[in-house]
């Protein structure tokens, strides 16, 4: 935005036989915000068969295959691969920037003439360069410069009926539920809520789910259920040594016992003799 505004990143998609583009301004270039825009263009045009990228993270994974994916012969696949893999889209790596150059041709273009373009309206802000580059420049685009396609028919697809995309463009990892039906994700605790806690539920291998609106689920045996965020524990008071301070002691609620006096009974007990039973009186 020429240092009227934050720096942002452009996120587009675009189509290899209409030069048709979506695309968002967005403040880091993450797996959420590719799932976002990707999943705009899905809700307008429908399933591509292909989706063609570079070999960024965000699209490919180097971890080892789950035990589960093993099991299925499949390989491991990041949180964008496996979205495409249940909507049945291939994806394909270009080996080289070279090899996608209509997304390239897009983006050296964009940096010429959308950014010109939001100078003179004065955007100084990525919530106005959205506005302006979805009510403004997209359908300009759109009327000067896509072209009919080589065959009439769209090779888009339809959503399937058990397609949800708020489920599938999501960001998931495997967990083990706690004994008292909680889970950990980076550092941060989750529970089931008590009216949804199932049998075979403790003790079991789950995923959670983030969506995109920022909502937690977990997946277990087929179904959903709702996490909550469990509150952090409450500090325990130490002194500044990292000591307990006076008085405090490990636990409250303890007993205390005092020593017994020196002529107590079992203090002068000796084995073999029979106690005196004016002294145990």
Not at 122 to 145: K, S, T
Not at 184 to 191: E, F, H
Not at 257 to 266: F, I, T
Request: a positive charge.
């Amino acid at each position: 935005m020429e240092e009227r505004g934050p720096a942002c990143q452009l996120i587009a998609v675009i189509d290899d036989a209409t030069s048709r583009f979506y695309a968002r301004f967005t403040e880091h270039d993450t797996t959420e915000e590719n799932l976002r825009t990707f999943g705009e263009w899905v809700r307008r045009y429908g399933r591509p068969l292909a989706h063609y990228t570079d070999k960024n993270s965000i699209f490919r994974t180097s971890a080892p295959a789950l035990l589960g994916e093993q099991l299925r012969g499949e390989k491991a696949r990041s949180h964008f691969g496996r979205a495409l893999g249940e909507l049945g889209i291939e994806w394909i790596a270009a080996h080289s920037p070279q090899a996608k150059g209509r997304i390239e041709r897009l983006f050296e273009t964009l940096q010429d003439r959308l950014v010109k373009e939001m100078r003179l309206a004065g955007i100084d802000n990525i919530a106005a360069a959205n506005h302006f580059l979805e009510m403004h420049f997209l359908p300009a685009w759109e009327e000067r410069f896509t072209v009919a396609p080589r065959r009439p028919r769209n090779a888009h697809r339809r959503l399937d009926r058990e397609q949800r995309l708020e489920e599938i463009l999501s960001v998931r990892v495997a967990r083990k539920v706690a004994d008292d039906h909680t889970v950990s994700w980076d550092g941060i605790r989750w529970g089931v809520p008590r009216e949804e806690v199932c049998a075979g539920l403790r003790g079991a291998q789950v995923e959670i789910e983030r969506r995109l609106d920022g909502s937690h689920w977990l997946r277990f045996r087929g179904r959903y259920l709702r996490l909550r965020h469990c509150p952090a524990a409450a500090p325990r008071a130490v002194s500044p040594s990292g000591l307990r301070p006076p008085g405090l002691t490990a636990n409250p609620l303890s007993k205390v016992y005092k020593s017994a006096p020196p002529n107590h009974p079992w203090r002068t007990f000796q084995y073999g003799r029979k106690p005196d039973i004016s002294t145990l009186r």
